[in-house]
């Protein structure tokens, strides 16, 4: 057992707390199992009517997972380690998918990556004020994965391929207007509605519905229309050219969004346009986290996720050299190698 996730059952309720704080509660590998095996236990006994996943303190919920690991075994152990925690944590992600139970997760606060797969499988995903919702994987190289193919590319209105090329944060209103959460509460008000759970693990959508005032206007709304004609395509160049027609017509908001996209990756962006486009047309979500852990498996151990991390969080200087460095250099054979199978022994399963 791990003091990274605090683990307890009181009365009805299973609850999971992540607990670390200071690298703002990201994922090990041990924290996947803690959960994993709790979730498996709770899933036989009866006296379990629902579960609660929050983070113990600080400015969680959950950052990701645990990059500087993965990059440690990129660069050491030639993927290995890296690759066993991908597909353990999609297995958890898998797992949350098809629980038999009802969970309520409370994005309160910082929600990217991992921290994205944790929450988006659950039957109630609750974001407050402090809710920072992102899949910002475009600048580190790695791609939007623990299920991200899947919620993305069925948020409709181009949202999906704009949040995982563009890495945009979302606050709480703006998650609940694009239906990645599905109750907006104040945080003041999260310890009463937990302990009304509690009591009532039977009326939960009641309890998550019943007034909480008004959120604030999703700011993102203001601008659905931009981004269902700027990313319309799936061709990453397309997306570019729209962007650069409308700069040069003095769209400031195309002009930033452009500038965004000059300091990403463009092979994650091509590798997230074609996983978007391939996990609408799946109807299992087994099937898209197989398809995941194939595309993890290979870019993890190729330049631009090493070379990112070290740009965005170890070195801190922003300036990574992409390779391939242009989109046009990101060929359909690269692409392909990526998201081909992988040999049966390896390849990824569920629980």
């Not at 009326?203 to 909480?212: K, Q």
């Not at 990574?320 to 990824?348: M, N, Q, R, Y």
Request: hydrophobic share 40%.
């Amino acid at each position: 057992m791990t003091d990274e996730v605090l683990i307890r059952s009181n009365g009805p309720i299973g609850h999971i707390s992540l607990n670390r704080p200071k690298a703002l509660h990201a994922l090990t590998l041990d924290m996947c199992h803690a959960m994993s095996a709790a979730l498996s236990e709770w899933a036989a006994d009866d006296s379990i009517k629902a579960v609660i996943l929050d983070h113990a303190e600080g400015r969680g919920f959950c950052a990701g997972g645990d990059i500087a690991f993965l990059r440690n075994s990129a660069l050491n152990d030639g993927g290995v380690s890296g690759r066993k925690f991908f597909h353990d944590e999609y297995q958890l992600n898998h797992q949350m998918f098809t629980y038999p139970k009802p969970i309520v997760a409370f994005m309160d606060g910082i929600t990217m990556g991992g921290g994205v797969g944790i929450s988006q499988p659950a039957k109630f995903r609750v974001a407050t004020e402090n809710t920072r919702f992102a899949m910002p994987e475009t600048g580190i190289g790695l791609f939007p994965d623990v299920g991200g193919g899947w919620y993305l590319s069925r948020l409709g209105g181009r949202l999906g391929q704009f949040l995982a090329l563009t890495g945009a944060r979302l606050d709480g209103s703006e998650c609940l207007w694009t239906g990645l959460a599905t109750h907006y509460v104040p945080h003041e008000m999260l310890e009463d509605i937990k302990a009304r759970i509690h009591d009532h693990p039977d009326r939960i959508a009641g309890i998550l519905s019943e007034p909480v005032g008004t959120p604030p206007k999703a700011r993102i709304e203001a601008n659905a229309d931009r981004i269902a004609k700027h990313f319309a395509s799936d061709a990453y160049e397309d997306i570019l050219a729209s962007l650069e027609a409308a700069a040069d017509a003095d769209d400031d908001w195309a002009m930033k969004e452009r500038d965004s996209l000059g300091t990403k990756s463009p092979q994650t962006c091509k590798v997230a346009l074609r996983q978007l486009a391939t996990s609408v047309q799946l109807s299992d979500f087994a099937d898209n986290m197989a398809m995941e852990y194939r595309i993890a498996s290979r870019v993890l151990t190729r330049p631009d996720f090493a070379e990112g991390v070290r740009a965005v969080i170890v070195d801190k200087t922003n300036d990574p050299k992409w390779d391939p460095a242009t989109p046009e250099e990101v060929s359909e054979a690269l692409l392909d190698s990526i998201f081909a199978p992988l040999s049966a022994d390896e390849e990824w399963k569920p629980l």
